[in-house]
Structure formats: structure tokens, C-alpha cells
């Protein structure tokens, strides 16, 4: 138990240090790494996060503080890949932590520039250390850790109506007799 809890601005960076000190037995996959830092509550392989993300997080193509950067699958990447900004340097460059990237491992502060020709973060590098960034990554976008609002479809007092569909004919179970003599 923690003697201290962290103020909303130190809450990202302390839950990415912390999440990356857990030792684990099994192998650890960017998928639960980013559903614990980021608190997204998404399941299933990285590369489905953003079809899973529509209708119930925002999406975007601009990062926030928070926000997941999702990876498309490619041959080398088959199941995608998700990675948390941590910071936000410029419109073209960011910081992210990420498990997995390096196998087993989480990396931290990791310069991303977005390569992409409208500047829409389709496309990005990864730094490889030495000031160098690596291959051209296809990425979806952004999912925001901001819960998509519900629907209200009406609000009213107790004296409103709601209109209500008519009922539905019921339905013959027994067709006709239809033999053709």
C-alpha cells in the first residue's frame, strides 16, 4: 500500500514507473502495460484497439498527455502495438513508454516523430538511440482516455410523454395449406 497518492499531473509517470518495476514471470506485452498506465479499458490484440476504441473513447490524430498511439499490424509487427505519451514536445515529436518494443522490456521517454506528409500521426519513427530514428511505422492514431459521453435519447419531467412504437402484428406459426391438387 502506498503512503502516498500522487497528484492528477504525476499520475501518469507514476503509474508507468511503477507498472515498469513489477517483475513478472510471463512475458510482458504492450496490451496490459498500456491498459494499466493509460487506464483505457479496451481488450484484445493491440492492432483491434482502435476499431474497439469506437463509440466508447475518443479518437484523434493529435496526442495528448495520457493518450494511447496505436500501431496498425504489419508483417514485422502482426499484432500492432500500443504506446502511452508521456510527453508532448512539439506538433511533430513525442515522448512515449511502451512495453514490448525491446522484448520484455519496458522503455521509457522514447522520442517518436510523426513522418506522416499532413502531419496526422498515420505515420512515425521510433528513436534507435544516438539521435537516429528507425523504419516508418503505420499507426491509426490516438485513443484518448476520456470515455465517450452516453447517449441521452430524452429527458423529461414526470408529466412528459414518450411516444412508443405500435406493437408488432403477431406472427402465424402454421403456414397456410398451400397443396396444389
Not at 513522418?115 to 516508418?136: A, C, D, K, L, Y
Not at 423529461?156 to 406493437?167: F, I, K, L, R, T
Request: glycine letters at 8%; a neutral charge; charged letters at 20%.
Amino acid at each position: 500500500m502506498l503512503a502516498h497518492q500522487p497528484e492528477r499531473g504525476d499520475h501518469l509517470q507514476w503509474r508507468a514507473h511503477y507498472f515498469a518495476d513489477i517483475k513478472r514471470i510471463s512475458y510482458l506485452w504492450c496490451v496490459p502495460y498500456a491498459r494499466e498506465v493509460s487506464r483505457i479499458e479496451l481488450h484484445g490484440d493491440a492492432f483491434l484497439w482502435w476499431a474497439e476504441a469506437a463509440g466508447r473513447y475518443a479518437r484523434g490524430w493529435r496526442p495528448q498527455l495520457g493518450s494511447l498511439l496505436a500501431f496498425r499490424s504489419i508483417p514485422r509487427m502482426p499484432l500492432g502495438h500500443l504506446a502511452v505519451v508521456v510527453k508532448i514536445i512539439s506538433s511533430r515529436e513525442i515522448l512515449v513508454s511502451q512495453a514490448n518494443w525491446v522484448p520484455d522490456t519496458v522503455t521509457r521517454n522514447v522520442p517518436v516523430i510523426d513522418v506522416s506528409p499532413e502531419n496526422n500521426w498515420t505515420e512515425v519513427r521510433q528513436s534507435v538511440g544516438g539521435g537516429r530514428f528507425g523504419m516508418i511505422y503505420p499507426t491509426y492514431g490516438f485513443i484518448y482516455d476520456d470515455p465517450l459521453p452516453r447517449t441521452i435519447i430524452a429527458e423529461g419531467n414526470a408529466d412528459s410523454e414518450v411516444a412508443e412504437a405500435p406493437p408488432a402484428p403477431s406472427l402465424r406459426l402454421v403456414g397456410p395449406h398451400r397443396n396444389l391438387q
